[in-house]
């Protein structure tokens, strides 16, 4: 099947099949992954070759930190005010979708949020210019929303904070290892691995160091960015398994050729089917802005609206699942992460020109 979910999402078939083969016995080690202790050499290797892998794949200097985290990145809405700032400092966020808006709601418990840019009115189909934006002249951060998983708006360029001692944060739980990214340009960078990297009860963050260690006195252990960097992640048991395969996705994407070729394969894929979309006068519709459609997540509507869930049954049937969009949108939505094959995608494309010349 091409399975089209936001998250959990598919994952490359030969690095399900590299895990199913060595599932029982890691290695020679006599041990599954799941089995082993997580101060085991054997885990250790494990964890740091994930991170050295993706240091390579983001160009991640040491001046940053990596982290495996747990909680999601729903959790991460609530640990970067309490380790970035003091309950009355002020941090500004764009919102671009539901994704920003929780986030924003979530720092409003421990900090001074202010909303400096909504697309709520457009329904959360644009990106801000960025020259537009009134930034708040001592916000300890500006907070984004890298790519929005339900509504399909993806930030193509990043906005800069007016102040030097304001950071930049992006959320990138969905399209995170999908291009390359100049870390250097944010202070922290955070995403579940569910999208892809990985299975989802793995969270990664990565953190300029000089960044850790000034948490809320109310910061709960297990939310202090301090104690997971000082204990390289493994301050408690950490979700083994789940770092194992982002491991395994890691090693993937550099034998792919690195972000660059993940990149141009997304744009391939994104290209035929906006283009479907497009060309289908009107049959099918993307409301995002043209210049920030997402790479990853593409959601769609029927002008005949009564037809929607006809066109997710009968794709259903031509094995092509999930694409029925978010509840909060309604129509479709096709995620094409990294792991979806472009024949997938191809797939797709037939699909919506035949139910197209059958329905239009
Ligand atoms: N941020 C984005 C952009 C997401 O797509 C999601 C989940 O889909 C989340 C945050 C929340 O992630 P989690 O469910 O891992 O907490």
Redesign the pocket.
């Known amino acids: 099947v091409f399975n089209f979910a936001?998250?959990p999402a598919t994952l490359p078939e030969n690095v399900l099949l590299k895990a199913q083969s060595e599932l029982y016995n890691w290695r020679g080690s006599g041990m599954s992954v799941m089995e082993m202790s997580h101060r085991g050499k054997e885990f250790l290797s494990i964890i740091q070759k994930a991170e050295s892998d993706l240091r390579i794949l983001l160009n991640i200097s040491s001046d940053y930190a990596v982290l495996f985290l747990q909680g999601?990145?729903?959790?991460q809405f609530a640990a970067i005010p309490l380790n970035l700032c003091q309950p009355d400092d002020t941090v500004d966020y764009i919102v671009t979708g539901s994704?920003s808006d929780k986030a924003y709601k979530e720092a409003a418990r421990f900090s001074k949020p202010n909303v400096i840019w909504t697309g709520k009115s457009e329904k959360y189909t644009k990106i801000p210019s960025f020259d537009s934006l009134q930034q708040s002249p001592h916000a300890k951060y500006l907070h984004i929303?890298a790519?929005?998983?339900i509504h399909g708006v993806e930030f193509k360029d990043y906005p800069k904070p007016n102040n030097p001692n304001t950071i930049l944060i992006a959320?990138m739980?969905?399209n995170f290892c999908s291009k390359p990214v100049d870390v250097s340009k944010f202070g922290l960078i955070y995403a579940?691995a569910?999208?892809n990297v990985g299975p989802?009860g793995v969270?990664i963050v990565i953190i300029r160091k000089d960044l850790i260690g000034n948490a809320q006195p109310i910061t709960p252990i297990m939310l202090d960015y301090k104690i997971h960097a000082e204990n390289n992640s493994l301050y408690n048991t950490p979700p083994c398994f789940g770092i194992y395969m982002c491991g395994l996705v890691f090693e993937d994407l550099l034998a792919q050729g690195g972000l660059v070729e993940v990149e141009k394969n997304n744009q391939k894929k994104a290209k035929i089917l906006y283009d479907a979309i497009d060309v289908s006068n009107g049959f099918y519709r993307c409301p995002v802005d043209k210049s920030v459609r997402s790479l990853m997540n593409v959601p769609f509507t029927l002008e005949k609206s009564e037809l929607e869930a006809e066109f997710i049954k009968e794709a259903a049937k031509e094995k092509m699942l999930q694409l029925k969009g978010h509840r909060s949108v309604g129509g479709m939505r096709a995620s094409i992460y990294n792991a979806m094959p472009y024949a997938g995608v191809e797939k797709l494309v037939a699909f919506m020109k035949d139910f197209q010349a059958r329905h239009g």
């Open positions: 936001a998250g999601g990145a729903t959790t994704w929303c790519n929005e998983t959320d739980s969905s579940g569910q999208k989802s969270t």
